[in-house]
């Protein structure tokens, strides 16, 4: 079965980092780009992050230009979302998202994990 | 910061037909794409490229669009539709991906 599977999630204290991993399962994602979409408890969603297949061109949001950086390993089949000088506001699930099949959508999603930024 | 712009809220009988808009400057020169999300799961694409719907999805669904405004129809809406329903789309430059604020769908 061709999955996405996040970890890394965790509580932080503000200020403080973590580097969360997105995993392929059932296929290669060496061929994909790779986004990252966060949703605040009880919010909507928000576009954090990407990654082109081959790593060679990256984009993140205003909200986190400076503090996430996102790279990728593809012969260990996963992408990174290295998340520096936390804050509270950075609470959230945290979501790695693909188009498999269906052009220009993110038709497959991973799980999520939780990161929660709280002293 | 580019942003699109949805109603907060939809409330519709089971039968009824259901629109839920989505505006932005940008949406003439972007696709736009609608999710839909239960509690505590994925989002799942239901409509792309503004009007396409992917295998899987019933035909209840469609998208539409005119202009600087999009638009997600669910017609004979069921039970099982209630969920929360996300447009997202790109900036003028194409490279920042947006979502909307997201639209609660009671049925």
């Known amino acids: 079965e061709v999955q996405l599977l996040e970890s890394g999630g965790d509580l932080v204290q503000p200020g403080e980092s973590l580097r969360l991993s997105c995993a392929a399962s059932?296929?290669?994602?060496?061929?994909?780009?790779i986004n990252w979409v966060r949703q605040a408890p009880g919010k909507g969603l928000e576009w954090v992050s990407d990654?082109?297949?081959?790593?060679?061109?990256?984009h993140n949001a205003d909200s986190v230009k400076g503090r996430f950086t996102i790279s990728r390993d593809n012969s260990k089949n996963t992408v990174f979302l290295q998340m520096d000088s936390l804050r509270r506001e950075d609470t959230a699930i945290y979501y790695c998202?693909?188009?498999?099949?269906?052009?220009?959508?993110?038709?497959?999603w991973g799980q999520g994990t939780l990161v929660t930024v709280s002293s | 910061s580019y942003k699109l712009t949805q109603p907060p809220s939809v409330s519709v009988s089971p039968g009824q037909t259901a629109r839920i808009t989505c505006s932005g400057d940008?949406?003439?020169?972007?696709?736009a794409y609608w999710y839909r999300q239960k509690p505590g799961q994925a989002p799942v694409v239901v409509v792309y490229?503004?009007?396409e719907r992917p295998s899987g999805i019933p035909e209840r669904f469609s998208g539409s669009g005119s202009g600087t405004t999009v638009t997600l129809t669910i017609s004979g809406v069921q039970a099982e539709d209630e969920a929360d329903y996300y447009c997202?789309?790109?900036?003028?430059?194409?490279?920042?991906?947006?979502f909307g604020g997201g639209t609660k769908l009671t049925v």
């Open positions: 940008a949406l003439p020169k972007q696709y």
């Open positions: 997202q789309s790109a900036d003028n430059s194409g490279v920042y991906i947006v």
């Open positions: 990654i082109s297949a081959s790593g060679g061109s990256t």
């Open positions: 490229k503004n009007t």
């Open positions: 059932g296929f290669s994602l060496s061929s994909f780009a």
């Open positions: 998202a693909t188009t498999v099949a269906t052009p220009g959508a993110f038709d497959l």
